[in-house]
């Protein structure tokens, strides 16, 4: 099993242009995230997805989009990016259930210039 | 608001040496409490607690959770190099299961 995996690993945006984040897991999980990490800041959820078709906004939603068309892939969109939206990107899944633990991808370091 | 804050934020130990990290929280409708170590990338899973008194210990680390006083702490004996990493604390304080996370206590052990 691969787990959780993310692409891009790194990518450079000027501002103002667009790109899609893909995280995908084959644990068969119900349930999955997306992160920002920002120093100093700790892992804050952007949005999240209690099922296919299904999404929901996390604590900063703001700037991002995203879709949950088949169970294993959660994808998060930057329409207009901001230099404000540099940081590193986390993807998560888990289990339904009464068990809370997320598994975390690799994550995705985005510069905004 | 819900909140999670964890202590010390940074920690510079030697080989050898015990260490205790402190994660206290503040939410509505307390789930369980989880930990994970965060090396150069992804944060991987520890423990999670549910309830009060109970530890759990996996090799040299430990960690027990105090639901009547809110907090947790996280204890490592005979630290090793490859226990430096940032620890983080996080709470699920609902049936979605998101998590609420601290920012982090970076441990860094001194051969």
């Known amino acids: 099993n691969a787990g959780v995996t993310q692409t891009p690993k790194f990518r450079v945006l000027k501002t103002g242009q667009s790109m899609t984040l893909l995280c995908a897991q084959d644990?068969?999980?119900?349930?999955m995230y997306w992160y920002r990490q920002d120093p100093g800041m700790g892992l804050r959820l952007i949005h999240y997805s209690v099922g296919e078709g299904t999404t929901a906004k996390g604590e900063v939603p703001d700037g991002y989009n995203v879709s949950r068309l088949k169970k294993q892939n959660f994808l998060l969109g930057l329409e207009s990016a901001a230099p404000s939206q540099t940081s590193v990107y986390f993807c998560?899944?888990?289990?339904?259930?009464?068990?809370?633990?997320?598994?975390f991808g690799p994550g995705t370091r985005l510069t905004v210039t | 608001e819900d909140k999670v804050v964890q202590s010390p934020l940074s920690l510079v130990v030697h080989e050898g040496d015990t260490v205790t990290l402190n994660c206290s929280y503040e939410v509505t409708n307390f789930r369980s409490l989880l930990w994970y170590k965060q090396e150069k990338k992804a944060p991987t899973f520890l423990f999670m607690l549910?309830?009060?008194?109970i530890e759990k210990k996996s090799g040299r680390l430990s960690s027990i959770l105090d639901k009547k006083e809110l907090f947790s702490i996280l204890n490592i004996t005979a630290t090793q190099t490859g226990d430096s990493a940032v620890y983080l604390c996080a709470v699920c304080p609902g049936s979605q299961g998101n998590l609420i996370f601290g920012k982090g206590t970076k441990l860094s052990v001194k051969p």
């Open positions: 549910t309830s009060s008194g």
């Open positions: 644990m068969n999980h119900e349930y």
């Open positions: 998560a899944s888990r289990l339904a259930g009464p068990r809370y633990e997320q598994y």
